[in-house]
C-alpha cells in the first residue's frame, strides 16, 4: 500500500496495522488468541467492562523492570568508574502511592517539585531522606514543610532562596542538604548549544554565577552543599546533550573544590521514550555507559574525584508502561484537497477522551500511536486521526497512523506511551471526569487512582445544592470508574 | 523610556506601568486612593487575606453587563432587519452555577458540550428548553439524558448521530430540535477562506453534503430540523469571517427551503477580546450592525425571509470580567545575548500558580498583561516575564509586559482577561490545587467555586491512607480557600 499523501512523512505504511510495535507498547502487551489486546495479562475488554472508558492502564511489571534496569545500568557503568549512583524517580511525571512503592521498591529515590507531591511521597511511605524537592519558585511553607519533614535535599534555583532554605533549616535546627541548579547553556531537545550560559528561562542561575552562590550557602552553618544540579531538557534521544553539559558542569565543579569537596553532581532527566516507530531513543544501558565514560574522562581530565552521581529520569520509566484505553464513538471520513488539485481521505476517529486526559498533542504537538484493542481485523490500512469529544478543533489524541480501515462506533482504542505527563496534566476540560487509573500485574487489575464523577466536579461548586439535582447526570465517564465511591456519588439521584 | 530589545514589537512602552488599560480590565477594576488595585469595590488585599493566593476574581456586574450588552445590541440590530435572536453563552469557556444564573437571568440561553455542562446548568436551574448541545461525539449516554432532559435543541454534527438523535427522541416520545453543523470553509481565526468547504477537521460536515444530511433529519418523525449552525473560529477581531460564512450558509438554507421551512440560523460564537493593549477587537455593538446587514442583504438577494438568528459567545461575556491574583515568590533578572553582540535584561518574576491554572500560554503562545495588584510605584518600568512555579521551562503566566522594575517578592499581581478557557482548562499539575473563583459586587466578594486542598487532591489515591499521613501538607493552596471544607480538609492534620 501506498503512503496517504496527507501523511506525514515519518509514518510508515505498517505491513500489518494491527501489530504492537515493541518500542512503543509495555512489554506485557499481546494479542491473546482472538485477536484482543492483552495488558499485563488482563484483555481490554475485561478492563473496559469493568472500569470503563477513557481509561488509563499502567503494566505494573513493566514500570518495575524499567526502573530496575535503569537502575542496574547506571550502578554497573558508575561503579566501573570508581563511584555510585543514585536515581530519582521523577514524580511530575505520574505520581500516586502505588507509583512511589513501586519506585522505592525498585531502589529509586523520589523527586518532587510542590508541596503535593511532596504529600504524596511522604503519605506512601517514602523515606523523606530519600526525597529531592524542586521547583524554581517554592513557597515558604513548603520550603518550611519540607525541611522540617526531613527532606533529604532542596534544590537551590535562585539566589534568594539560599537564604530562604537556611532560615527554615535553623528554625527547625536541621543542616539541610542543598543542591545548586545551574544552566549550562546546553538545549538538548533543541541541539542547541549555547556559547554562554546565559540562558532566557526561569529556572537555575548562571554557571558564571555559581562561585558566588555557593560561597552563599556556604557561608550558612545550617546548610550542606552537595553539589551542582543541572537539567538540559526533555526528550532526549542521544547523550551528546549530557556530555557537553557534564563537562561544563565538571569543569566549574572542580574550581569549587577550592572551597571545600563537593559530594555530587546532578545531571537531571530528560531520557527520551518511542512515542511512535519513527521515535528512536539511545537505549539507557547505551546511555549509561556513555555518561560514565564522559564523566571519567572529563575528572581524570581536571584531576579530580569522581564525584557521587545522580539522576532525575520520569518520562523514561513510567511513559511506555502505560495505555489509554478510549471506546470509538464518530468515524467521519473527511475529504480534503491537495496542492495538485486532487484530494485524498483523512478519517477522523472521535473517541470519549481527549485533551482532557492527554494535554500533550494540542500542548507540544506530540505524536502517539494507536490500535484498534478489541480485534484485530485484515481491513485494508486508512490514515486516521483521533479526535477526543472536546468543543476545540485542537482536541486531537493521535495525529497520524494508520488504522485497520474498518475501526467503528464501539471498537475500543489503545494508545500507548500514555504513562507519562498525561495524567499528570490531565484537566476537567468541558466538565470531563479524569478517568481512573489501572494497574495490571499478571491477570489482575487494581484502581491506583479513581476516576472522577460528575459529582465529584460538582462538588466544589456552592451554587449546587445537593437537593436540587434535577436530572439524572450519569454519563460514559461515571460508570464503573469509581473504586471507593465518594460521599457525593451515593447521594446521586 | 526605549523599549527594551527583547520586547515583542507589539508591546509599547508605557508611559505609567501602573495603570489599568480599560480595554482588558473589567469596567469595576480601579486604584483605590492608595493606589491598590480594586474589583467591584474590593481591594486586592481584602481577597488575598481572605481567600489566598492564586485566586480567579470575577466582577459580576462586568459580567453581566457585557451579556446584556451584547444582548440588547444583537436585538436591537436584528430587530431592525425584521427578525429576532437568541444568544446562547457558550459554557465551555467557565461554567458554575453563579454564572449560569448571572446569563440566563439576562436572557441568555446557554450551550453545553458534555454530561457535566448539561448538569452543571440543569442544576443551576436553567431551563432545559433554553439549552444547546453541542459536541462532535456525544456519547449515546449523553444524548439520551439531554433528551430525556428536555434539551432545547442538539447540534448534530454527522451523519451518525441523526440516527442516535431520532433513536433517543423515540424512545422518550418526544420530537426533538436539532441543528446541523456545517463547516462553511470559513477559518476567520487565520484569515483563510478556503474555496471549498472540505475542511481537515473533526467538526461538521460539508455544506455540500448538507441536503442529504437534512433529507434524513427530515426523515423522521421524531427529529424537527431548526436549521444549518457554524462555527468558524475563536478569538476573531472583526466581521468579514462571519459575513462570508452567512453568506455561504444563507445560500444552503435557501436552497433547503425546498424541502420545508426553516426557522433559524445558528452562526456560532468567536468573537474576540484584548488581552493586551495591541488587542483591537471589533466592539460588539459594531459586529451585530454588520452581521444583520449582511443577513439581511443576503435574505434580500435569495429572495427569502430572514430567519430566526442565533450567536454563541462565551469569551466575549466571560473572559474581560475575570482577574487572576498571583503572589510574587521570586524575582530574577536573566542577562539575554542578542545578535549584535550585546544583552539585554529579562527579569523573570514568578508566582504561586501557573499553566496549572493557565494554560493558554503554553497551550496556545497567549498573550496577557500583568500590574502590580497591591500598590502604585514610580520605579522606571522594567520588561517582565511572569513565570509560573511548575516544573517546566514553557510554563509561562505573561510571556511579556512592562511593570515597575521595583516589584518584589511578596507583591500581588493581577492577570486581567482570566475568565475564559483559564479556569475550564485548569489541571492539578505538579499536585497543585486548582485556585478558588471569587465573585465580587458592590463592594463583597463570595466563593463561587471553592478552590481545591492537597487533600482533594489526595482524595482519589486508595494507596494513601486516612491514618498514614505523616506530615502536615499545607502549602499556599489549601490556606483560606475553601469556602466550603471538604470532609478530607477537616480530617487534615
Same mark, same amino acid.
Given at each position: 500500500?501506498?503512503?496517504?499523501?496527507?501523511?506525514?512523512?515519518?509514518?510508515?505504511?505498517?505491513?500489518?496495522?494491527?501489530? #504492537?510495535?515493541? &518500542?512503543?507498547?509495555? =512489554?506485557?502487551?499481546?494479542?491473546?488468541?482472538?485477536?484482543?489486546?492483552?495488558?499485563?495479562?488482563?484483555?481490554?475488554?475485561?478492563?473496559?467492562?469493568?472500569?470503563?472508558? @477513557?481509561?488509563?492502564?499502567?503494566?505494573?511489571?513493566? *514500570?518495575?523492570?524499567?526502573?530496575?534496569?535503569?537502575?542496574?545500568?547506571?550502578?554497573?557503568?558508575? *561503579?566501573?568508574?570508581?563511584?555510585?549512583?543514585?536515581?530519582?524517580?521523577?514524580?511530575? &511525571?505520574?505520581?500516586?502511592?502505588?507509583? +512511589?512503592?513501586?519506585?522505592?521498591?525498585?531502589?529509586?529515590?523520589?523527586?518532587?517539585?510542590?508541596?503535593? /507531591?511532596?504529600?504524596?511521597? #511522604?503519605?506512601?511511605?517514602?523515606?523523606?531522606?530519600?526525597?529531592?524537592?524542586?521547583?524554581?519558585?517554592? =513557597?515558604? *511553607?513548603?520550603?518550611?514543610?519540607?525541611? /522540617?519533614?526531613?527532606?533529604?535535599?532542596?534544590?537551590?534555583?535562585?539566589?534568594?532562596?539560599? /537564604?530562604?532554605?537556611?532560615?527554615?533549616?535553623?528554625?527547625?535546627?536541621?543542616?539541610?542538604?542543598?543542591?545548586?541548579?545551574?544552566? !549550562?547553556?546546553?538545549? +538538548?531537545?533543541?541541539?542547541?548549544?549555547?556559547?554562554?550560559?546565559?540562558?532566557?528561562?526561569?529556572?537555575?542561575?548562571?554557571?558564571?554565577?555559581? @562561585?558566588? #552562590?555557593?560561597?552563599?550557602?556556604?557561608s550558612h552553618a545550617s546548610l550542606e552543599f552537595l553539589g551542582l544540579h543541572c537539567h538540559i531538557g526533555s526528550q532526549i534521544f542521544g547523550a551528546d546533550g549530557f556530555s557537553e553539559s557534564a563537562a561544563r558542569l565538571l569543569a566549574v565543579h572542580a574550581e569549587l573544590r577550592a572551597g571545600g569537596e563537593i559530594a555530587e553532581l546532578n545531571l537531571g532527566g530528560g531520557f527520551g521514550i518511542a512515542y511512535t516507530t519513527a521515535d528512536d531513543p539511545t537505549a539507557i544501558a547505551v546511555l549509561a555507559r556513555q555518561l560514565a565514560d564522559i564523566v571519567a574522562a572529563e575528572c581524570a581530565r581536571l584531576q579530580i574525584p569522581v564525584p557521587h552521581l545522580a539522576f532525575e529520569p520520569g518520562r523514561v520509566i513510567i511513559g511506555p508502561s502505560a495505555v489509554t484505553l478510549y471506546e470509538v464513538g464518530t468515524v467521519?471520513?473527511?475529504?480534503?484537497?491537495?496542492?495538485?488539485?486532487? !484530494?485524498?481521505?483523512?478519517?477522523?476517529? !472521535?473517541?470519549?477522551?481527549?485533551?482532557?486526559?492527554?494535554?500533550?498533542?494540542?500542548?507540544?504537538?506530540?505524536?502517539?500511536?494507536?490500535?484498534?484493542?478489541?480485534?484485530?481485523?485484515?481491513?485494508? &490500512?486508512?490514515?486516521?486521526?483521533?479526535?477526543?469529544?472536546?468543543?476545540?478543533?485542537?482536541?486531537?489524541?493521535?495525529?497520524?497512523?494508520?488504522?485497520?480501515?474498518?475501526?467503528?462506533?464501539?471498537?475500543? #482504542?489503545?494508545?500507548?506511551?500514555?504513562?507519562?505527563?498525561?495524567?499528570?496534566? =490531565? =484537566?476537567?476540560?468541558?466538565?470531563?471526569?479524569?478517568?481512573?487509573?489501572? +494497574?495490571?500485574?499478571?491477570?489482575?487489575?487494581?484502581?491506583?487512582?479513581?476516576?472522577?464523577?460528575?459529582?465529584?466536579?460538582?462538588?466544589?461548586?456552592?451554587?449546587?445544592?445537593?437537593?436540587?439535582?434535577? &436530572?439524572?447526570?450519569?454519563?460514559?465517564?461515571?460508570?464503573?470508574?469509581?473504586?471507593?465511591?465518594?460521599?457525593?456519588?451515593?447521594?446521586?439521584?
Amino acid at each position: 500500500m501506498t503512503a496517504n499523501p496527507l501523511a506525514p512523512s515519518w509514518l510508515v505504511v505498517p505491513d500489518d496495522a494491527n501489530e #504492537l510495535a515493541p &518500542a512503543v507498547w509495555p =512489554s506485557n502487551a499481546t494479542r491473546a488468541a482472538g485477536g484482543e489486546l492483552t495488558l499485563g495479562g488482563v484483555t481490554a475488554s475485561a478492563l473496559t467492562a469493568q472500569f470503563g472508558t @477513557p481509561l488509563y492502564v499502567v503494566d505494573e511489571a513493566d *514500570a518495575r523492570a524499567r526502573a530496575r534496569d535503569l537502575r542496574d545500568a547506571f550502578d554497573r557503568e558508575f *561503579a566501573r568508574i570508581g563511584t555510585d549512583v543514585t536515581i530519582y524517580y521523577a514524580g511530575k &511525571a505520574f505520581l500516586c502511592a502505588a507509583v +512511589a512503592e513501586w519506585m522505592t521498591g525498585e531502589g529509586l529515590a523520589v523527586d518532587v517539585c510542590s508541596a503535593g /507531591e511532596f504529600a504524596v511521597a #511522604l503519605a506512601a511511605g517514602v523515606d523523606p531522606a530519600r526525597i529531592g524537592y524542586h521547583g524554581n519558585n517554592k =513557597s515558604l *511553607a513548603e520550603i518550611d514543610n519540607a525541611v /522540617e519533614n526531613g527532606v533529604g535535599a532542596i534544590v537551590i534555583d535562585s539566589p534568594v532562596e539560599v /537564604e530562604r532554605v537556611a532560615a527554615a533549616a535553623r528554625r527547625h535546627g536541621r543542616v539541610q542538604k542543598v543542591r545548586l541548579r545551574v544552566n !549550562s547553556g546546553v538545549h +538538548a531537545h533543541t541541539h542547541d548549544f549555547l556559547a554562554t550560559a546565559h540562558e532566557d528561562q526561569k529556572f537555575g542561575i548562571t554557571l558564571d554565577d555559581a @562561585p558566588t #552562590l555557593v560561597s552563599s550557602i556556604r557561608s550558612h552553618a545550617s546548610l550542606e552543599f552537595l553539589g551542582l544540579h543541572c537539567h538540559i531538557g526533555s526528550q532526549i534521544f542521544g547523550a551528546d546533550g549530557f556530555s557537553e553539559s557534564a563537562a561544563r558542569l565538571l569543569a566549574v565543579h572542580a574550581e569549587l573544590r577550592a572551597g571545600g569537596e563537593i559530594a555530587e553532581l546532578n545531571l537531571g532527566g530528560g531520557f527520551g521514550i518511542a512515542y511512535t516507530t519513527a521515535d528512536d531513543p539511545t537505549a539507557i544501558a547505551v546511555l549509561a555507559r556513555q555518561l560514565a565514560d564522559i564523566v571519567a574522562a572529563e575528572c581524570a581530565r581536571l584531576q579530580i574525584p569522581v564525584p557521587h552521581l545522580a539522576f532525575e529520569p520520569g518520562r523514561v520509566i513510567i511513559g511506555p508502561s502505560a495505555v489509554t484505553l478510549y471506546e470509538v464513538g464518530t468515524v467521519k471520513p473527511v475529504s480534503v484537497g491537495l496542492d495538485d488539485g486532487s !484530494s485524498a481521505v483523512r478519517t477522523y476517529v !472521535s473517541v470519549d477522551g481527549g485533551m482532557s486526559d492527554n494535554a500533550r498533542p494540542a500542548l507540544y504537538g506530540a505524536d502517539y500511536s494507536v490500535r484498534i484493542a478489541n480485534r484485530v481485523t485484515d481491513a485494508r &490500512a486508512a490514515l486516521i486521526r483521533v479526535a477526543g469529544k472536546h468543543c476545540e478543533s485542537g482536541d486531537i489524541v493521535v495525529y497520524a497512523d494508520y488504522l485497520p480501515g474498518d475501526v467503528q462506533p464501539g471498537d475500543t #482504542l489503545a494508545v500507548p506511551a500514555t504513562g507519562a505527563y498525561c495524567w499528570s496534566l =490531565s =484537566s476537567n476540560y468541558n466538565y470531563l471526569g479524569r478517568p481512573a487509573v489501572v +494497574a495490571v500485574n499478571d491477570g489482575a487489575a487494581r484502581v491506583i487512582v479513581r476516576g472522577e464523577t460528575i459529582d465529584d466536579l460538582l462538588a466544589r461548586d456552592p451554587g449546587i445544592g445537593r437537593g436540587t439535582r434535577k &436530572a439524572q447526570t450519569a454519563g460514559d465517564h461515571d460508570t464503573n470508574n469509581t473504586a471507593a465511591s465518594s460521599p457525593d456519588s451515593q447521594k446521586a439521584s
